[in-house]
């Protein structure tokens, strides 16, 4: 089965400052889709970005941008000019049909 | 905002009664899935739909049901409720193609007692 990771319960970023994200991902797929989720105190999920596996070129949506390594599984998410409204939490997502979530990681911003 | 609902919202049971969650859409999305969320350990699926009567188990289906006997509907049910299952239980839509994004319900509080 899929299995999602993400190490960092925790991070804190200073604002306008730049924080990474790290998700890595075990699977034998060779076609699915990956995704950065936001869930802000309000509990909303909101889709931050998201990757195609065959894809080489990284994902990028204004300040928010994935490093993608597809043979080392790994899915980062980089915010660039953190702002107070990025403190949520992240959930980094694979698909293949069946939707498979990190733990997540709760993301502070200090102003 | 996608057409997607959860009922009840909020629902405190005994243990060892039934619990059903109704999760309903009006976007037609052939896959609907079912999460628990509690802290530590994310969004876990329990059982997901990818049509009518066709379902299949996620990584924590021990102790839950489903059924989705039509496109909008997809019902979780606790046969008899325990208190390990006391969680915020989300429900998800999605279309066809995988790189679709998925739609999340407001989430249901469930409180076993």
């Known amino acids: 089965a899929q299995t999602v990771t993400q190490s960092q319960p925790e991070m804190s970023v200073q604002e306008a400052e730049t924080v990474t994200l790290s998700c890595t991902y075990d699977?034998?797929?060779?076609?699915?889709?990956l995704f950065w989720y936001k869930q802000p105190p309000s509990r909303q999920m909101i889709l931050v970005i998201r990757?195609?596996?065959?894809?080489?070129q990284n994902a990028t949506e204004n300040r928010f941008s994935v490093n993608f390594q597809k043979a080392a599984k790994s899915f980062s998410l980089k915010i660039s000019d953190s702002q107070l409204g990025d403190a949520a939490m992240y959930f980094c997502l694979y698909n293949n049909n069946d939707m498979r979530f990190g733990a997540g990681t709760r993301l502070t911003v200090k102003p | 905002d996608a057409g997607i609902t959860q009922s009840p919202r909020h629902k405190v049971t005994e243990t060892g009664t039934p619990v059903t969650l109704r999760c309903h859409q009006t976007?037609?999305?052939?896959?609907m899935y079912w999460y628990r969320q509690d802290p530590g350990h994310g969004l876990r699926l329990i059982h997901y739909s990818y049509g009518v009567k066709d379902t299949d188990k996620g990584e924590v289906s021990d102790g839950y049901s489903v059924s989705r006997s039509k496109t909008e509907d997809f019902l979780l049910t606790l046969e008899s409720a325990t208190s390990s299952q006391t969680s915020v239980y989300f429900c998800?839509?999605?279309?066809?193609?995988?790189?679709?994004?998925?739609?999340f319900g407001q989430g249901t509080r469930l409180t076993v007692v």
């Open positions: 699977t034998s797929e060779s076609d699915y889709y």
């Open positions: 990757q195609e596996a065959y894809k080489q």
């Open positions: 998800a839509i999605r279309g066809t193609a995988m790189n679709t994004e998925a739609f």
């Open positions: 976007e037609n999305h052939r896959y």
